[in-house]
């Protein structure tokens, strides 16, 4: 059994000037590999987030942030 799914947006808050993108994701795997008990699979769930905001203070001079987690 395998099951993967993501979820972005992204945009701008101000055009031109206070940009955002965020991405959520779900992954499990349960498999069995041959000779193993099929009612007892390894499994692998995986969640991540990410987010990134980018401002324009002035021509030439940006402000980041970001942040990721794998949980």
């Known amino acids: 059994d395998q099951h993967d799914a993501t979820?972005?947006?992204s945009g701008p808050f101000i055009k031109?000037?206070?940009w955002f993108?965020?991405?959520l994701q779900t992954h499990r795997i349960?498999?069995?590999q041959p000779g193993v008990n099929?009612?007892?699979p390894s499994k692998?769930?995986?969640k991540r987030?990410?987010?990134k905001f980018n401002y324009q203070i002035a021509p030439g001079?940006?402000?980041m942030h970001g942040y990721h987690d794998d949980f």
């Open 7 to 9: 979820l972005q947006v």
């Open 16 to 18: 031109d000037k206070f």
């Open 21 to 23: 993108f965020g991405s």
């Open 30 to 32: 349960y498999d069995s």
């Open 38 to 40: 099929p009612a007892s």
């Open 44 to 46: 692998s769930d995986a």
């Open 49 to 51: 987030v990410f987010w």
């Open 61 to 63: 001079h940006q402000l």
